[in-house]
């Protein structure tokens, strides 16, 4: 096993009860510390099953001994809030996931419940709230709010409890591209300077392709695993299983089968803007 990994799972399967198939089927993977890791994968392919395996809300299947440790830390009855302290999840729809009655009251929610004194919380939600730009919206009703901002909140609630991880599950895919934009910006910012590991559930692929690593889920199996740049450049792969390739990639593609002579080294968005206007200056 890698020295600094900040997740290990092995073995881990869960079979919804009243359901005979697995939901998730001997699931083994790790994710480094700090790194952003992307989880790609057709809806019910277990996606969010295995982030309620990793935060104690399930228990995974008994056989196959199943282990799972975040942050050095076995997953146990005994350790299950000392994980979910660890792991910040923002969910997909920005609206299940209020609970105060304006903004600073539900940063000040999660605090209460880990009986944060009170003089300390009046010390972090101004920070946590200037963090994601949403410092005058204090007193704002979430009603009030747009999707992107409601968002913005959770990740502030959750930056409260100083996690060591934060996953999004499909936390963007109900925003517009400028309210998704901000979440990501936010979200690397938080990373850098919190050093936190990221993991983001997305249907998304140029979010993905931002990550350091991907997973690919399938039907309840890990299909693949490895470099973003490893996982993207299997196109074929990817057709297969019906996931989107990168627009970069698709380009990549295109001129290829235009019997244009790419360089080998494209591997991004911005690369490949690079070397078109290069083309196009020679021209
Ligand atoms: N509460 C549940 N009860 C029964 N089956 C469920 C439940 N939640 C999810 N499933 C099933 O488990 C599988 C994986 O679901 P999920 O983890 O939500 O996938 P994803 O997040 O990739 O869309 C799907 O077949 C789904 O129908
Ligand atoms: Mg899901």
Same mark, same amino acid.
């Given at each position: 096993?890698?020295?600094n #990994?900040?997740i290990k799972?092995k073995?881990v399967?869960y079979?919804?009860?009243e359901?005979?198939?697995?939901a998730? +089927? ?11 890791t992307a989880v ?6 277990g996606?969010?099953t295995i982030?309620r ?5 399930l228990?995974?299947d008994?056989q196959?001994?199943?282990y799972i440790e ?11 809030? *000392?994980?979910?302290?660890k792991?910040?999840v ?7 996931q ?7 009251? $539900?940063?000040?929610?999660?605090l209460?419940?880990?009986? !944060?004194a ?5 010390k972090i939600i101004p920070?946590?709230?200037e963090?994601?730009g /949403? ?9 009030n709010?747009?999707?992107?901002? %409601?968002q913005r ?7 409260a409890?100083?996690?060591?991880i ?10 517009d591209?400028e309210g %998704?934009?901000?979440?990501l910006e936010? !979200?690397? *910012?938080m ?8 993991? #983001?559930?997305t249907?998304?692929i140029d979010e993905?392709?931002?990550? +350091?690593?991907?997973?690919? /889920?399938?039907?309840?199996k ?5 470099s973003?740049k ?18 970069? *990639?698709?380009i %990549?593609?295109?001129?290829?089968? $235009?019997g244009?002579?790419l360089?080998? $080294?494209i591997?991004?968005?911005?690369e490949?803007?690079?070397y078109?206007?290069?083309l196009?200056?020679? /021209?």
């Amino acid at each position: 096993m890698a020295a600094n #990994s900040i997740i290990k799972i092995k073995n881990v399967s869960y079979t919804y009860p009243e359901t005979k198939k697995p939901a998730i +089927d001997q699931i083994s993977f790790e994710v480094e510390r700090g790194s952003w890791t992307a989880v790609i994968g057709h809806n019910g392919s277990g996606k969010s099953t295995i982030i309620r395996l990793i935060n104690g809300l399930l228990v995974p299947d008994e056989q196959g001994q199943p282990y799972i440790e975040v942050d050095g830390v076995e997953l146990t009855d005994d350790t299950v809030w *000392q994980i979910r302290n660890k792991v910040g999840v923002v969910f997909q729809n920005p609206d299940n996931q209020f609970v105060g009655a304006t903004v600073a009251d $539900d940063v000040a929610f999660g605090l209460e419940n880990r009986g !944060v004194a009170r003089n300390e919380m009046l010390k972090i939600i101004p920070k946590v709230l200037e963090a994601v730009g /949403m410092s005058s919206s204090s007193d704002v009703e979430p009603a009030n709010l747009s999707g992107g901002q %409601k968002q913005r909140v959770a990740i502030a609630g959750i930056l409260a409890i100083k996690p060591k991880i934060i996953i999004l599950d499909e936390a963007t895919s109900m925003l517009d591209p400028e309210g %998704k934009n901000q979440i990501l910006e936010i !979200v690397r *910012q938080m990373k850098k300077k919190y050093h936190l590991t990221v993991i #983001s559930i997305t249907h998304d692929i140029d979010e993905a392709s931002q990550a +350091d690593q991907v997973i690919v /889920m399938n039907d309840g199996k890990l299909v693949d695993q490895g470099s973003t740049k490893k996982i993207f450049n299997q196109t074929q792969v990817l057709d297969d299983l019906g996931l989107d390739v990168p627009f970069f *990639q698709q380009i %990549k593609i295109r001129l290829i089968q $235009d019997g244009i002579k790419l360089p080998n $080294d494209i591997d991004s968005e911005e690369e490949m803007i690079n070397y078109l206007c290069q083309l196009n200056s020679k /021209m």
